[in-house]
């Protein structure tokens, strides 16, 4: 330790002699200390007061400037160090050594700034603001035949990229070029692991998506997907999973999934559409999960369903009927959910059977699947007379429908549920399904979706409940009282908060609800004809003529 305390004393003496040698000697000392005990070495010399001097001690045109910013790094590794190397100004003097030409020096300082920065999100942003992003870019086209050089920048991109701030500077630089030129040239899995763990924040950004699929990096994951498909061993499994995750994170873009798209004829996407045949779960995930990617337009999901896509969705989820693959069955939904949005594709698929192979998933107990599988029904009867009643007369989906909606740890599935049941009825205009509905005790959750929080929601349970009453009020009548309809509909109308379309169609209800005896006496206790009359003065034209109707009736059966 007295070595220790010579060291530093010398170093004190030599920063304002500027003499090299005995500063050589004195930082070798402190090295080996901090290889010897690196916490205990690192306490001592913050003790006897190093921090200070080392700022000046990092000149440029200094020798022994690789081994400073080296005891730096090694201090840093602690985390009670961290702190104190920023309030010496260690900082902004490290980030300038980063323009240096000498690659010790840039490897210590990496170093250096990597373990002050460690797991500290506000240090790495002040990194940003210093301007370190397009340095450590430009370095690592300089230096990418330097192994430590270029390991030293992977791992400082890795630790940046994870900060939103980062994304802009990135995308101002050329990184995607750097990144896919060094990946081809990896043979190595650990190295290929590490650009990997760079380029998947980055890809969160859809500027940084686009200059990736630009700079040639989906033809290097189609490479490690056909290399990796067909072993066993770990490593092999784990790259061809990061690949093709690679791969559909890229197509979330809009931009860079439609250069891949190409019209349907890119060479991208027809490999990808090979995924879907495929043995392997990770494959028919990527492939699925990326058919529902390119199916974000209503062009691109025409085209595919006018190519075949849907038969190989349909056959991929009777695989996994028995296989019961979770992600796969959600993955395969996704897309013929996204498929089946565009009006001219809805019969195409309903004539391809997509609504029975659906149908074979309602026993899943997965949410998700719930989920998915619920979405899907609704894209494909919107409008579609026929198929919604023959959906909302099959007793077994009904009844499934009444018990997700009741699903409160789901609140997706419950809503999904309550808008399907509202559209079989709404789509369909049919008395049968209607009776199904009443039948399996559907109606009180069509009132309570009156109330949702979405005004979409409320509009969507109005009308079903309309088409109830007008078409068989008797059946429902019971239900509608037991529910509380008539004073759900009074609390709509009383709320200012209330969309025009909720006052509207609550008002086509109430009149619609009149003739039934029990629910006549429900809207005269409740002075309905005094929140009517005041809606006569509403902005809305159609709300207000409604309104004057509305009280004619109210009065004429008062």
Not at 206 to 228: F, M, P, R, S
């Amino acid at each position: 330790m007295e070595s220790l305390r010579e060291a530093v004393e010398k170093l004190k003496l030599a920063s304002t002699e500027n003499t090299t040698d005995s500063t050589e000697s004195s930082l070798d000392c402190l090295l080996s200390a901090l290889t010897q005990n690196n916490m205990e070495a690192s306490r001592k010399m913050q003790e006897m007061g190093i921090l200070p001097l080392l700022p000046t001690l990092l000149n440029p045109q200094s020798s022994c400037t690789p081994k400073v910013a080296n005891i730096i790094a090694e201090m840093a590794k602690n985390e009670f160090m961290r702190s104190p190397c920023v309030e010496a100004g260690l900082i902004p003097p490290l980030v300038q050594l980063l323009n240096s030409t000498d690659q010790e020096v840039l490897l210590q300082t990496g170093r250096a700034l990597g373990n002050i920065c460690y797991d500290s999100h506000t240090l790495q942003a002040q990194l940003i603001n210093l301007g370190v992003i397009p340095t450590l870019v430009k370095l690592l086209g300089i230096h990418s035949h330097n192994t430590a050089l270029t390991e030293m920048c992977l791992i400082a991109f890795g630790n940046l990229a994870e900060l939103e701030s980062s994304k802009e500077q990135f995308a101002s630089t050329n990184i995607a070029d750097e990144l896919v030129h060094l990946f081809q040239k990896q043979t190595e899995h650990e190295k290929k692991e590490m650009i990997f763990e760079v380029l998947a924040p980055l890809a969160e950004n859809d500027v940084i998506k686009l200059q990736l699929v630009e700079a040639g990096l989906v033809e290097c994951l189609l490479e490690v997907v056909a290399q990796t498909v067909d072993s066993e061993q770990e490593e092999d499994i784990a790259q061809l999973k990061t690949a093709s995750d690679l791969m559909v994170l890229l197509l979330l873009g809009d931009e860079s999934m439609q250069k891949l798209f190409e019209g349907g004829k890119g060479s991208v996407f027809q490999r990808v559409l090979s995924w879907i045949p495929s043995h392997n779960h990770q494959l028919q995930l990527a492939g699925a999960l990326a058919i529902a990617n390119f199916a974000r337009n209503d062009g691109n999901c025409i085209h595919m369903v006018d190519t075949g896509i849907v038969q190989k969705l349909l056959e991929l989820l009777e695989r996994h009927v028995e296989e019961g693959n979770v992600t796969v069955q959600h993955a395969a939904l996704s897309a013929l959910r996204n498929l089946a949005i565009p009006v001219v594709n809805k019969s195409k698929m309903l004539c391809a059977g997509v609504a029975d192979v659906v149908l074979k998933f309602l026993q899943s107990e997965m949410p998700p699947v719930q989920f998915k599988l619920l979405g899907t029904l609704r894209m494909l009867i919107d409008t579609q007379a026929e198929a919604a009643e023959q959906l909302g007369t099959n007793g077994k989906l009904v009844e499934r429908l009444v018990e997700w909606c009741e699903a409160k740890d789901h609140a997706g599935v419950m809503g999904e549920s309550n808008r399907l049941l509202s559209a079989l009825i709404r789509h369909s205009k049919s008395k049968e399904v209607i009776r199904t509905v009443i039948q399996k005790g559907g109606v009180k959750h069509l009132v309570t979706m009156a109330t949702s929080e979405h005004m979409i929601m409320q509009n969507e349970a109005l009308v079903a409940l309309g088409l109830i009453a007008a078409l068989d009020l008797v059946a429902a009548e019971k239900d509608f009282v037991g529910a509380n309809l008539v004073s759900v509909l009074h609390k709509l109308l009383s709320d200012e908060r209330s969309a025009p379309e909720i006052k509207y169609n609550s008002m086509i209800l109430i009149c619609a609800v009149m003739s039934s005896e029990p629910l006549h006496k429900e809207v005269q206790s409740l002075a309905f004809i005094d929140v009517v009359s005041k809606l006569r003065s509403h902005e809305n034209k159609t709300v207000s003529h409604q309104a004057s109707l509305t009280e004619q009736r109210l009065t004429a059966q008062s």
